[in-house]
């Protein structure tokens, strides 16, 4: 089945540095990526659909220059938090599809970000 | 998309069945149901998704009622590896995003 590659698994940075999470998906071409952010014991949230080729849509709320999102393939999409703070430590979440299909998408294994 | 609506927890002894239910009474005619797991510190995994007819396949059941305002998902056997958060979400057929609610946690016991 469809495999997506979240990377790393986990990081550990220094306030106001900044940090890239990669998603690949490793078997199918994915037009169309999702990142997500989780707090301790509180469910997904969706942070911004990226679209190959295209800008990223943001949520509202999710501050676009915080966290820059690139998706120059139909195989990798980044994230990037950039000045990082400890209050953006969480679980970044990415997964992939293959564009609008009555199939859910798949997800990728998590990144843990801890900003101290 | 429609909300839904799900217990917080759920117990389940090992071996028996887990039936996790699901209220979506705004659904529309074009909203799929979907069915997805997360165990801790990892991210979702599919298990299954309906339409109105219910659904069957390796890792599980799926119900929908016929007026498809609520669901039923039924892991026949549950093992302590199902321990884990089920979350249940309705999406148009045509819409990207998978936008997820709070789910219900579900305990299996020995």
């Known amino acids: 089945g469809a495999v997506v590659s979240q990377h790393p698994s986990w990081v550990i940075c220094k306030s106001g540095t900044s940090v890239k999470i990669e998603c690949r998906s490793l078997?199918?071409?994915?037009?169309?990526m999702f990142w997500y952010r989780q707090f301790p014991k509180q469910s997904l949230m969706l942070m911004a659909t990226?679209?190959?080729?295209?800008?990223?849509?943001?949520e509202q709320g999710v501050e676009k220059d915080k966290f820059l999102i690139n998706h120059a393939s139909l195989t990798l999409s980044t994230l990037t938090v950039t000045s990082a703070h400890p209050e953006d430590s969480s679980f970044y979440i990415c997964?992939?599809?293959?564009?609008?299909?009555?199939?859910?998408?798949?997800f990728g294994s998590g990144t843990r970000l801890t900003v101290v | 998309d429609a909300k839904t609506t799900q217990p917080p927890s759920m117990d389940c002894a090992e071996g028996r069945a887990a039936n996790l239910p699901c209220n979506h009474s705004?659904?529309?005619?074009?909203?799929?149901v979907y069915w997805y797991r997360q165990i801790h510190s990892q991210g979702p995994q599919y298990i299954i998704h309906?339409?109105?007819n219910n659904e069957t396949n390796e890792m599980a059941s799926l119900i929908i009622t016929e007026d498809r305002k609520s669901s039923t998902l039924i892991l026949p056997h549950a093992t302590l590896r199902d321990t884990a958060v089920y979350y249940c979400?309705?999406?148009?057929?045509?819409?990207?995003?998978?936008?997820f609610g709070a789910g219900t946690r579900l305990t299996v016991k020995p």
């Open positions: 078997d199918f071409q994915a037009t169309t």
């Open positions: 997964s992939a599809g293959q564009g609008a299909t009555n199939y859910g998408y798949t």
């Open positions: 979400i309705v999406r148009r057929y045509n819409n990207n995003d998978m936008r």
């Open positions: 309906g339409l109105k």
């Open positions: 990226s679209n190959e080729g295209s800008k990223a849509t943001y």
């Open positions: 705004t659904i529309s005619g074009n909203e799929y």
